[in-house]
Nanobody, 114 residues
Framework: VQLQASGGGLVQAGGSLRLSCTASRNFFGFSAVGWYRQAPGKQRELVASDTTGGSTNYADSVKGRFTISRDIAKNTVYLQMNSLKPEDTAVYYC?????????WGQGTQVTVSS
């Protein structure tokens, strides 16, 4: 499984970005898909996840601002990020859990200026 992430960039505080992550195969058999982020000097943390069972989970710091969604026809997972803050600055990685293995995209930089 290969994951291709895109959509990062530079945005002012209060702005929005939408990240995309396209998988090399359809989502059948995926246990979960999600987005993580890693800021300089910090550990990678879960931002949002979406399980095949339909449940979503968000980090407390992004609840109400970020939304994860899937387009099954396009094998793509999105992360809509609104009301961005400087503390959201990080490299964002998409992740997929498939057959018990974790797969990672290459990361996309999000920089929020104050």
């Amino acid at each position: 499984v290969q994951l291709q992430a895109s959509g990062g960039g530079l945005v002012q505080a209060g702005g929005s970005l939408r990240l995309s992550c396209t998988a090399s195969r359809n989502f059948f058999g995926f246990s979960a898909v999600g987005w993580y982020r890693q800021a300089p000097g910090k550990q990678r943390e879960l931002v949002a996840s979406d399980t095949t069972g339909g449940s979503t989970n968000y980090a407390d710091s992004v609840k109400g601002r970020f939304t994860i969604s899937r387009d099954i026809a396009k094998n793509t997972v999105y992360l809509q990020m609104n009301s961005l803050k400087p503390e959201d600055t990080a490299v964002y990685y998409c992740n997929a859990l498939f057959n018990g293995y974790d797969y990672w995209g290459q990361g996309t930089q999000v920089t929020v200026s104050s």
